[in-house]
């Protein structure tokens, strides 16, 4: 895996300072090198190659960025990647087996919660997170667990409605 | 965006925390939650050459109530944590009030309130919570510990009174000496979003008198705005519609907003004033108007007052 730094032009390669990091991304562990400037979003990105995860307005504003790192829910461009040092990181391409949607993403689908889809991969990260903490939640508790991610398309409605959707279907396959 | 390029440390005691600070001086700054800082050096307002990540620092994630009453918050506990708290809700309303309305609740995961309090943003909550709740904050340095009071803590808009090789490890809020009632209202624009205007007020009583009462302002001036006379007209007198629309006036007089895109002057002022007649007119156990996150408890009792979640002003 290999991240190309800026070069000023004043300083020895040697110089620039690089962290040595060791992490899990959707269970598969990882040892990097990066440099401690790099943001968890570049790193999963750029040396990861996921680009289902997605940057928004790279302000901490919007939450498609949104990726858990130990279970919680974080906005991956306001987390250094060197701060993954000994964390599980798990992004959207975590949530689908070999041939099967999780819940979450029927859900969007049966729902229609997505439009340009460009939210979608920080909804559903969000969303699983509050499925894991409250498997019956009301629309007021995904409303509430949604509200640090925005959507310019569709109003919301139908992502709530999804959201409930993969709350019913994962309440069904527990029983 | 890039943040400059610095030197990273996560150094595992608070011994090799400050000597890293010390090594750094000026160009060192701490990391916590990093909800703040990291946006900060993104848009490359800060430009440390030395972080001081203090995430593996063990023993400062608690929030916790000595013997008589005190409560403790250490430099790594969570909103979330707060957010969630059985003893912020039974024994703390202004604070149970706040901790939903900061920020949104994926940045409530990592921010924490010694970091926001650090941070020292005129529109940053927690500032105005502890100070109407005359609190403080406890730092770390190579010569031992010291207390400092928040009124001199935050010392300017973005500026703390620590020392460059300090760490503000923990909070400190007193113990009410009566029941303690208020609690926390905030008029933003969407959830997530800096506050428009946001009021603290706390107000303690023995029998029907005030014996103490503390309200400052969010987001209403160059710093946050501890509005003492507002605060002081309600000490020995029973709480009454007429005392607490004299502090309200007060604490309007006090604020300094400024027009911008968020509102008006004028606009600020006005939703000042009507936040504090509505947080003590509940604390009075007079509702006045919809909304709101206000509470009240008794020291040793549960919870009188159930805290809602509507913030106001959010959908």
Redesign the interface.
């Known amino acids: 895996m290999t991240i190309v730094y800026e070069d000023r032009g004043d300083e020895a390669a040697d110089d620039v300072p690089v962290n040595r990091i060791r992490f899990t991304i959707n269970g598969q562990k990882k040892i990097a090198e990066v440099e401690p400037r790099l943001l968890l979003s570049h790193l999963i990105r750029r040396g990861l190659g996921l680009t289902g995860t997605h940057m928004g307005c790279d302000t901490t504003n919007c939450g498609a960025c949104t990726v858990l790192v130990d279970g919680q829910p974080v906005k991956s461009c306001t987390m250094l990647a060197v701060q993954a040092d000994g964390h599980a990181i798990e992004t959207v391409e975590g949530l689908s087996g070999q041939s099967e949607l999780h819940p979450l993403q029927e859900g969007f689908k049966q729902e229609h919660g997505l439009q340009c889809g460009f939210c979608t991969p920080g909804m559903m990260m969000a969303a699983k997170s509050l499925l894991a903490e409250n498997p019956d939640p009301s629309e007021e508790d995904v409303r509430w667990a949604l509200s640090g991610n925005l959507c310019r398309c569709t109003g919301y409605q139908n992502i709530v409605k999804s959201v409930l959707w993969a709350a019913d279907k994962l309440k069904e396959s527990a029983q | 965006?890039?943040?400059?390029?610095?030197?990273?440390e996560?150094p595992r005691s608070i011994a090799e925390a400050i000597s890293l600070l010390r090594e750094g001086g000026d160009e060192a700054k701490v990391?916590a939650g990093?909800?703040s800082l990291?946006?900060l050096?993104?848009?490359r307002f800060a430009s440390p050459a030395l972080?001081v990540?203090i995430?593996n620092l063990p023993g400062l994630s608690y929030h916790q109530e000595d013997a008589d009453g005190t409560i403790r918050i250490g430099a790594l506990c969570r909103h979330v944590d707060l957010e969630r708290s059985v003893l912020l809700k039974t024994k703390q309303p202004v604070m149970a009030a706040a901790a939903p309305l900061i920020?949104?609740?994926?940045?409530r995961?990592?921010g924490t309130l010694v970091g926001s309090l650090c941070h020292a943003d005129p529109q940053g909550d927690w500032a105005s919570v502890v100070t109407a709740l005359g609190g403080s904050v406890i730092a770390s340095g190579p010569g031992g510990r010291r207390s400092i009071p928040i009124a001199d803590f935050v010392t300017g808009p973005f500026e703390n009174a620590l020392a460059p090789d300090e760490i503000a490890i923990e909070a400190v809020i007193p113990p009410p000496k009566g029941t303690l009632t208020g609690g926390y209202l905030k008029l933003e624009r969407r959830?997530?979003d800096f506050a428009t205007v946001g009021v603290a007020a706390a107000v303690e009583t023995s029998g029907d008198t005030v014996t103490r009462a503390g309200i400052a302002l969010t987001g209403v001036g160059g710093s946050t705005i501890s509005a003492t006379e507002a605060g002081q007209a309600l000490i020995g007198k029973p709480l009454t519609a007429e005392s607490i629309a004299q502090a309200a006036d007060l604490a309007a007089a006090a604020a300094r907003p400024r027009t911008d895109h968020r509102g008006s002057a004028e606009y600020k002022r006005h939703m000042v004033r009507t936040f504090v007649v509505r947080i003590l007119s509940r604390a009075n156990g007079h509702p006045a108007g919809a909304g709101g996150v206000v509470g009240g408890v008794t020291p040793g009792q549960s919870a009188n007052g159930e805290a809602n979640?509507t913030a106001e002003g959010t959908a």
């Open positions: 965006m890039y943040p400059s390029r610095f030197r990273y996560a990391l990093g909800q990291v946006p050096m993104k848009l972080i990540d995430n920020a949104d609740p994926i940045v995961n990592r959830i997530g979640t």
